[in-house]
């Protein structure tokens, strides 16, 4: 079955797929988060079974592990397809300056802000280029890229000057 | 006198009695037609001197009576003992005849019958001129068949008969052309007769595999109104008798079913289509937010009143 040619490619993303994304993303997270609560849980229970008690975790340990989860997920993504589930599902890309795919230090720098200042994606839906804070800092850009490769299309333009 | 020739007549009557006795005795011996012959001419030789007798006796009367009453009286009397003498000796004569004959003809009889031979006159007997001068008609007239099958022992009579030889020499045609097959079955209950008949035994030894291999079932079918058949079929009924259960039960459904999805390649339709639905659903969602990207983007701009329009996205 033959499919007509996806339009845009290589465009900045705007603020909505990016958001998307994003929040796909999270939901995973929050996925990975409960399976790491759950499996701990039952290591408990697993541990003593007749004193186990439902544990009480803070919210902060949460957010924490959360955090963790997201940093090693978003890297992994970047630097390996350059683009996570997330963007995989909204037909996303993250590549570096030279229109390639970040380096695992580019990748873990990017995932680092991003999980620190989640609201800097926010700027693209004010930035004349559709930048976010990270792209800023780093120099990234997210482009529309629909195709099923693990390498950039060949159609994303480079980083203009 | 006269009565001395009265009695010399009546002698010589009794003499020429036993001469024509010895004559017919003779004669018998000689032939047994004859002897019988004889002796009926004996009987009559020997009635002839009574009534010779008997005549001359009343002659004597007459002149008697002419003669002397008295003397007539006494010739009466002794005319009347003649007579009554005369009689006794001819029943005596006949008696005697009939015993001689009848010895003779027994003695004739055996000495034929030794003397004859059977066999000879057997072999020069013509049976055929015999039998054509029978009236068979009148004989069979004459026999009381119902006696005669009274008396058969019919059992013994066809155990002892070779029906298989009897059927064999039989031209059946011949009597199938003879009987009035339409009157016989017209008078026959088929269904008595089918009620008596072991029906599954018969079945049970009929070759089915020979009868099939003599058929001609192509030109049984090509004659076969299948039209016909199956409009006069009661085909709601037969489906109604049907136990489909039974049937489901002996079919293997998985193992069609799967040759069915084999075949159409079922798996991978689903596959295709379901990833196809799953393609457009998500190139529609993209395409959606790359509307709302470039919604948003103006609103932006008209947000940050520019007096030059938004550049161009990076290409």
Redesign the interface.
């Known amino acids: ?1 033959s ?1 007509p040619a ?3 490619q ?8 990016r958001g ?1 994304a994003a929040t796909v993303d999270v939901v995973l997270v929050g996925l990975g988060v409960a399976a790491v609560y759950l499996g701990w849980i039952g290591l408990l229970f697993l541990g003593s079974p007749t004193g186990f008690s439902w544990p009480t975790v803070p919210w902060g340990l949460l957010l924490l592990i959360g955090m963790a989860l997201a940093f090693c997920y978003l890297t992994a993504g970047w630097a390996t397809t350059g683009r996570t589930y997330g963007a995989a ?3 996303l890309r993250v590549l570096s300056r030279s229109g390639h795919h970040l380096h695992w230090a580019g990748a873990a720098a990017r995932a680092a802000l991003c999980t620190l200042v989640p609201l800097g994606l926010a700027w693209v ?2 930035s ?3 930048r976010s804070l990270q792209d800023i800092v780093l120099g990234t ?1 997210v482009v ?1 890229d ?1 195709s099923h490769s693990t390498a950039p299309s060949q159609s994303a ?1 480079p ?2 000057r | 006198m006269t009565c001395d020739v009265l009695g010399g007549s009546l002698m010589d009557a009794g003499r020429l009695a036993d001469t024509a006795f010895g004559a017919a005795v003779v004669s018998a011996g000689a032939l047994l037609a004859r002897g019988a012959a004889a002796a009926r001419m004996a009987g009559g030789a020997a009635a002839l001197p009574a009534r010779v007798a008997g005549g001359t006796a009343g002659l004597a009367v007459s002149a008697v009576d002419a003669v002397a009453p008295e003397l007539a009286a006494g010739v009466r009397r002794s005319a009347a003992r003649l007579r009554g003498t005369g009689r006794s000796s001819r029943a005596e004569l006949r008696r005697t005849a009939e015993l001689a004959v009848r010895a003779a003809v027994a003695s004739v009889a055996a000495y034929v019958v030794e003397q004859v031979d059977l066999d000879a006159v057997a072999t020069r007997l013509d049976v055929n001129a015999v039998a054509a001068r029978v009236d068979v008609d009148a004989v069979a007239a004459r026999v009381d068949v119902d006696a005669v099958v009274a008396r058969a022992d019919v059992d013994a009579v066809v155990a002892r008969a070779d029906v298989d030889a009897v059927v064999a020499r039989a031209d059946i045609a011949a009597i199938l052309d003879r009987v009035d097959l339409d009157a016989v079955a017209s008078r026959l209950d088929v269904d008595a007769v089918v009620a008596r008949a072991d029906l599954d035994g018969a079945v049970a030894r009929v070759d089915i595999e020979a009868i099939l291999d003599r058929v001609d079932l192509d030109a049984v079918a090509s004659r076969l109104d299948v039209d016909a058949v199956v409009a006069r079929a009661n085909l709601d009924g037969a489906v109604a008798r049907v136990d489909i259960e039974a049937i489901l039960d002996r079919v293997d459904l998985i193992g069609i079913a799967q040759e069915v999805v084999d075949g159409i390649g079922l798996s991978d339709i689903v596959r ?1 289509s379901t990833g ?1 639905i799953a ?1 457009e659903t ?2 529609e ?3 959606q ?2 509307a ?3 919604a ?2 103006r609103l ?1 701009d008209r947000l ?1 009143l520019r007096r030059q329009p ?2 161009p ?3």
């Open positions: 079955m499919h996806p339009p845009r290589g465009e900045a993303a705007g603020i909505v797929t998307l599902l909204l037909g839906a004010v004349r280029r559709r850009r529309y629909w333009p980083r203009p | 295709e196809s393609t998500v190139d969602v993209r395409l937010g790359m709302a990207d470039d948003v983007s932006a940050r938004r550049l996205a990076p290409r």
